[in-house]
């Protein structure tokens, strides 16, 4: 048992980034996805073809996760708990000792968690699910013996004793608590058969499918940038989504977990057409490139929770203008450094770009260095973001303005044409009622008088012309039958009058 007291907060610092992934197990969920598991539900069974390159020879891998109904599967927070653990190992004692010394005080330190009861005691079930789940494996790769074998029965860990508690002051006079690797972990781990898992990274992901993914893309980026997976393929056995989904739901099951990975810069962003392509009748594949360079979801920074996830836009906002991660963090935790001062250079980097009367740098994440370092003025010709969109917005409203004053005047313009269009038609509809109640002999006298009545000009010339030859055209009628309206109105006229 180890005698060593709990270090504290200030005693002890982990990376990390320097988590450990074991790569068989990297291949499979080791965790249901939801937050719950159905009642009933023990065990999870994963499933995938794999190519024996020793054997030349394509195998079918099969994973098997089997709990006891006391303590149930394991769900993302137990895996948060067992990637902890192994850290702890890994920068302990490098993994050289099966026997991992810790104290739940230091989980919840690595994890971010509160120090409270009830978090131990979440902590204690991870502790004794882990213990009690049952791993079967056929083709394990063995790095070792240089081949697969067929792996059965096993536990991740043997053995727990839990010495410490919930009273912090109490906890520090307490020996450390112990887990041990199974003889079957421990043997994978040491032959090499491990990876580096950023621990940073895979805590900072909230979604249970991003975590998988996260873990199960990294172990397949290695020595290549781009992956393509069929799409019912990965989401099934490799990330554990259930096999009832289709194409259709696992893509959107699958959004929002992505968007995680690109957020974090772990993998590029894509459109839809992009990320999903269609092979067959309901046969999808699914496309991934990886992010060259160090993600952004290093823990910890500084401040509180609100001032963690402030920085940590901060971040990333630097490392989308070109600054790399390591230099982002370090200049969002310099305290001689605001983060307001951060903002206006960013906002100057941008304006530069957006303007075409201003010459970009060449090398943004340089200048953005240089310029929040060594406190570079703005342009005097530089106007602030928020001064931008308030004089955009002062436009806008004036065009906003201009364009309803004109539609005002439009809309005055086309009553008035209307209204003339309305009497107009009034009119017409009188003089033709009043020639309908005319005989054909008094019409005919009618026209001639009202023809004989004009005015000398155009329009007498034109009803005269048309008077004799009606086939002369449509331009002489409209003089025709101006005169015509107009001598029937002033007998209207008149006949009001009486």
Request: aromatic content about 8%.
């Amino acid at each position: 048992m180890a005698t060593a007291v709990a270090p504290t907060k200030e005693v002890e610092k982990f990376d990390r980034t320097q988590g450990r992934d074991e790569l068989n197990l990297a291949e499979f969920p080791l965790f249901y996805l939801g937050q719950r598991v159905p009642k009933g539900l023990t065990s999870l069974t994963y499933e995938t073809e794999l190519s024996d390159t020793v054997r030349n020879r394509t195998v079918n891998r099969r994973f098997e996760i089997v709990a006891t109904e006391k303590y149930g599967l394991p769900t993302v927070v137990d895996a948060d708990v067992f990637f902890a653990l192994i850290l702890i190992g890994k920068q302990t004692h490098n993994l050289t000792s099966q026997t991992i010394s810790f104290s739940r005080y230091q989980l919840c330190e690595l994890l971010g968690w509160t120090q409270s009861g009830a978090n131990y005691k979440r902590i204690e079930t991870a502790l004794k699910k882990w213990v009690s789940t049952t791993l079967f494996y056929d083709q394990w790769w063995d790095k070792g013996e240089d081949r697969l074998r067929k792996l059965t029965g096993f536990h991740l860990f043997s053995k727990l004793e839990l010495n410490d508690h919930s009273g912090r002051t109490k906890q520090l006079e307490l020996p450390l608590s112990s887990l041990r690797l199974s003889d079957e972990l421990f043997q994978s781990v040491t032959s090499g058969t491990i990876k580096r898992l950023n621990l940073a990274d895979f805590f900072h992901l909230q979604l249970p499918i991003a975590k998988q993914l996260y873990r199960f893309l990294d172990k397949r980026f290695y020595r290549r940038n781009t992956l393509t997976f069929d799409l019912q393929t990965l989401a099934f056995e490799h990330v554990g989504m259930s096999r009832n989904y289709a194409p259709s739901k696992i893509k959107d099951k699958m959004k929002p977990a992505i968007k995680e990975l690109v957020d974090l810069g772990f993998i590029e962003d894509a459109s839809p057409e992009e990320r999903f392509t269609k092979r067959g009748h309901g046969v999808y594949d699914i496309h991934f490139r990886k992010v060259g360079g160090e993600t952004i979801g290093v823990l910890p920074l500084p401040g509180s929770k609100a001032e963690r996830s402030e920085n940590r836009q901060l971040v990333k906002a630097l490392v989308d203008h070109g600054v790399t991660a390591s230099t982002a963090r370090e200049l969002v935790e310099n305290p001689d450094i605001e983060n307001d001062h951060i903002r206006l250079q960013i906002e100057v980097l941008e304006w530069k770009i957006a303007d075409p009367g201003e010459n970009p740098p060449s090398r943004p994440g340089g200048y953005l260095r240089k310029a929040i370092t060594e406190s570079y003025d703005p342009p005097k010709n530089f106007k602030p973001k928020q001064e931008r969109e308030a004089e955009a917005k002062r436009v806008m409203q004036a065009m906003k303005e201009r364009k309803e004053a004109k539609a005002q005047r439009d809309k005055a313009e086309q009553d008035r044409l209307d209204a003339e269009a309305k009497a107009k038609a009034k009119q017409q509809a009188r003089v033709n009622a009043y020639l309908a109640k005319l005989s054909a002999n008094d019409r005919e006298t009618l026209i001639d008088q009202a023809i004989a009545d004009a005015p000398e000009g155009m329009f007498k010339s034109y009803a005269v012309a048309y008077r004799r030859n009606p086939k002369v055209g449509a331009i002489k009628k409209v003089g025709y039958d101006a005169i015509i309206e107009a001598h029937v109105l002033r007998l209207l006229s008149t006949s009001d009058e009486a």
